[in-house]
Structure formats: C-alpha cells, structure tokens
C-alpha cells in the first residue's frame, strides 16, 4: 500500500525559507508526476491551488509553477529515494496555507501495472511577523 507524507511546515518571518519534503513509501515502480498545491484559510469551496508540478514524460520533464511564486519555489526530487521537495525562498504572508503533495504512482502488484494519483495530509506553512 501507498502512503505519501509532507513534512517541513512551519512558522516563518515574510521574506524567510522554508523546504518542505514529500516522501512516498510502499511497492513503487515510479514517480510519473509530482505535484505541490495549497489551501489557504478560508479558501472558498475547499479549492486547492496548484503551486508546482512536474510531470515526468516518456522522454522528458516538464515543469509549472503558478504565476506568483515563479522566481521564488523550486520543486524538484530524488527518484531514487521517492522524494519530492519545494524549496520556498522570499516568503510571504500570502503564502500562508496548508500544502499538499500530490503524486502519480505507477505501481505493481502480480502482475499488473496500476497509475493512480496519491495525496498526502498537508503541512502548515505559516508567514507572519
């Protein structure tokens, strides 16, 4: 079975850094896309915001973060460790959310191979003075 856990939230003064983690353990076969999204207090209808993606393709990568952190997160990973990261720098109070991880799993079990998206249960990203 799949489990995917964030870690790295925390409390931090507006232009502080922050890196959060994104770990998946269980019979993985491969990361196909890694996704960060946000939810902020008192986000209207529960909507989670995509923050940063990478989408693993049969020969290339591509990546896409939302307009308003461009320049400021990076998303990357350790496939060989099923680890994902976003490395927040210059942050704001308008960042303050809880942050999901999102992960497109291929994994094997007998003899079929399965595609399914997991998320994991958020970390508090907090920016205030």
């Known amino acids: 079975q799949v489990q995917v856990m964030e870690s790295g939230g925390a409390l931090v003064h507006p232009g502080g850094s922050l890196r959060l983690s994104c770990t998946a353990s269980g019979n993985i076969e491969r990361l196909y896309a890694m996704g960060w999204y946000r939810q902020a207090p008192g986000n209207p209808g529960d909507e989670r915001e995509l923050?940063?993606?990478?989408?693993?393709?049969?020969?290339?990568?591509?990546?896409k973060y939302a307009d308003s952190v461009k320049g400021r997160f990076t998303i990357s990973s350790d496939n060989a460790d099923n680890v994902v990261y976003l490395q927040m720098t210059n942050l704001k109070s308008e960042d303050t959310a809880t942050y999901y991880c999102e992960l497109g799993i291929t994994t094997r079990e007998g003899g079929a191979v399965l595609d399914a998206d997991y998320w994991g249960k958020g970390t508090q990203v907090t920016v205030s003075s």
């Open positions: 923050v940063a993606r990478i989408v693993n393709g049969a020969r290339s990568s591509s990546t």
